[in-house]
């Protein structure tokens, strides 16, 4: 396995990023996930853009899109995988101890891992835990997700594949990895980004090609709802047929299928969308 550490691709086993790099230190870093099918990315300029967002909301300098373009393309005609995740990761770079940042500049990794195709519906939990729609960080995809990591092991453990998370104020917010749609008499909704959720580019994609709404909606619409869906970069449009101790008289139901089926059409066509 290569993969690319700041200027150029390395061999996993041997690629050293300092132990005082801040991302490791702190958590002072961002990323992004996406898919690759036979080596072609999804959607690469959305994630670039988010990327900068993401670099900007932290004080990082701007990523080069060039360079993680470049970069990108070296890792995957380096690892050739039918269907892969490849992670960038962008940090504060070496620096001190404490929560103030170094004069290293950033560093870069882009990485591949193999995927296989998520099943069409899943299990969620709710957690107790709440997403912060005000916090410094929100909205930014950063790689302090050590909160992501306890709610998610807590869904692992009560057999599911996500948790959802409400937001200070109890309204549905996200998952830990993916955002949440429900089907009210036939309407798709999903949070607004006030809610405090990432602006997934799977939710912006479904929402442009499904007409879903951006609507407030309390935690415990989960237990009403007819239908529910997750998205994300590697779920897609994926069904929902349990919320706690909840089942789901269909998934996919039929306005899920139909979401389904469109967002399948729709990125088959236009892989930059
Ligand atoms: C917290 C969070 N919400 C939502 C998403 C979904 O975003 P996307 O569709 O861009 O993958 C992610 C991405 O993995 C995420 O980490």
Sequence with gaps: MKIWLDDGLQDTETARVSVFDHGLTVGDGIFETLKAVDGRLFALTRHLDRLTLS????GLPDPDHDEVRRACAAVLEANPVPLGRLRITYTGGHGPLGSDRGEHGPTLVVALGESSP?????AVITVP?????????TGLKTTSYAENVVALARARAHGASEALFANTVGQLCEGTGSNVFVVLDGEIHT???????????????????????????PLDV???????FLTSTLRDVQAVHRVDARELPVAPG?????AMRVFEERSGHDLDP
Aim: aromatic share 4%.
């Design 55 to 58: 670099a900007r909301g932290l």
């Design 118 to 122: 998520r099943p069409d519906s899943t």
């Design 129 to 137: 835990w709440t997403r912060n729609e005000r916090g410094a960080l």
């Design 191 to 217: 949070p607004p980004l006030a809610s405090g959720c990432l602006a997934g580019i799977t939710r912006a994609l479904t929402v442009q090609w499904t007409g879903a709404k951006e609507t407030d909606l």
């Design 222 to 228: 989960l237990e009403r709802a007819d239908e529910v």
């Design 254 to 258: 039929p306005v899920t299928a139909k």
